[in-house]
């Protein structure tokens, strides 16, 4: 797997890439701001780019935005934001501007080398990754109103594996079920959700989206 | 008696002219020197003086009453009256004055063709003794300045000369017509004078400031006012407006020092409506408009100062949250990989065990660094906005915190920043569920949290910096309620970074 890395922090940049090479990862380029990683991305064409949100020159939404921009102009490149922000509404930006193949993990999940390599590759494959730590802090939410109230509590397990951007298969051996009583209850929370008409990758972003836009 | 009056005349002529120099020209200075004049009239009146000199002084005395009246005060009621009587005694006493009977007139007198009855000697003598004793009093009240005894004195030296030249009845007669007249003048001005001083006092009622009302009071249109400052405030800028060119400044003191200045045009012939403008009911409203100015001052001094501190403490907290992200946070991280790399490399059952309480260690050390520094200033919501910068306080919560409404669109950052302080502050800090309500309209956004209590005095500094307002409040059998208010548009609040 070919992945180029942005971090403007010396460390940590160095710390990924340290990880990354551990596992047999090829790391083809390494950047400290957005543009060049625009360039390598354009010049090398990765399977991956690990971005952090804040690079110079502004350190704010730099990260977001390239990713945006990458899933748009290079669909084969999938992209995985390491962040330290604990922000939903980041991750929600994410998922709406880069749609599929984007994944978003706190950077302290780079210390749990498995979690890194396991959320690279899917994106890679084309799925939609969010730190478990994010999910569960959404679920713990107290709320008043919560439109996902509708779910049963197996539906909205299930959500919540889909929301991490599990396969069906994964989330059948996870929760010890059969793979398709997984889709039955997926099929439920669409339904519940009012997604009936949209292509089924889509919808599972959707559902992700409506599951974050309800936690928000 | 012609040697005292001499003297008494030097004297005063001396005074007033040495009150002209050092004063400069003045009202007071006038009154003096004039009042010289009128007992060397007396000398030339009443005895052998030189034609050319009787003459003269005839001529001057029935100007010099009136002059003396207007150029001291013509506000001065005692004054106005003094000077009547001896405008009119003059034409009474040409009625009145036969020299036919007067002993001392045998042979020199003219007849007095308007006489129509005669008072005796004494009455006369008695005349001359009156004018006399006021020059007296005149010469002791001009050495102590000028004062209202002084010009009372000298206006009863001018009544009781006018009516002395007894020996040209004619000219006598035509000084008393011209004394009348000028007199006549002189309480017109007065009334008109007066009048202004009522206007003023309207003008005053109804006018926003006192400088319009003393433009029309005094016909001036170029008046200004300005308030001097304290000596001691230096930081606060240079004041606006000040004496324009071709301007006078008339400083007008109070019992505290300086109250006001005044900047008129020099040429202003009536200044003596100016001054009984500003004695009156202007000298309150310019006691009070330089007040309000001091307060004003201070008031803006206090507001930049609030605006200062609440601006450092926005910049330091986001100098923290860049602080703890760039340092802190990424040397833990480094320390958390080193750990993992060292547990790769090692075996042994108590080393692994450590190494692996070292992680845990680290991960909640990065929580917790995380967590801080959302803290401090949350990341989204420069870039987000609030709805989703407030999702984070939700999270974080002590009590369910439910966001009813929020604007769809963006507000100004510092409003935005604003009420997320408030949310943030109170949601870390609430013992029961509160409800937040944000809501826009006439220019204005108004933030209601349901079920929390007083909010701090920074929370309320950072709103009155923005020009809005933070109250608590009781929502009718809700439980408490803090309600604040801010403009959507800040038009002089603009921040450099």
Redesign the interface.
Known sequence: MRVVVAED?L??R??IV??LRDADVQVVGEAVDASTLMSLVATERPDAAVVD??MPPT???EG?VAAARIRREYPGTAVLIVS???????V??LLDEGGDGVGYL???R??D?AAVLDSLRRVVAGECVVDPFIVS??LA?????DPLDALSEREREVLEQVAEGLTNAEIARRLFITERTVEVHIKQVFAKLGLVDAATTNRRVMAVLTYLRA?? | MDVLALAVAAALLVVGVAAAVVRHWSASAACIGVGGVLPLMAYADGFDAPVLLATLTLLAAPLAAPFVGWGCTPADPALRIALGAGALAGPVRTLLYDPFYDPSCTSSCDPNPLALAHISASANEALWLLGYVSAAALTWAALRGPSRAARAALATVAAGLTAAPAQAVALTTAAGIVALALTGLLVARAFESRARVADLARALENAADVETALRTAVGDPGITVTYPRERRARRTPPQASGPAPGQVTTVLTGPDGVVAEVHHDPGMSDTSALAAAVTGPARLALENGRLAARVRRQTEALAASRRRIVDDSDDARRHLE?DL??GA???V??L??A???ALDGTEAPEVVDTVHRS?SA??AV??EL??L??GFY???L???GL???L??V??R?T??V?VEALPDRRLPIEVERAIYLLVARLAATASR?LTVRVSTGDARVAVVVVGAALPSGVLIDVFAVLGGSLRPDDDAGNGPVVRGVLPTSLLAHSEAS
């Open positions: 922090q460390l940590t160095e710390g340290h990880v949100i804040r350190h704010t939404d977001l330290q922000h604990l922000e939903p509404g980041f929600l930006r706190l950077k302290d780079i210390l080398r802090r959404l939410r107290e709320r008043r109103t936690a928000t | 860049r992200h760039d946070q990424q040397h991280l480094a958390g990989l750990l993992r790399t992680l680290t991960q990065l929580g995380r967590e520094s959302h949350p990341a989204s420069e870039q987000m709805r989703h910068a999702d984070g939700v999270d919560a009590a369910p439910a569920p």
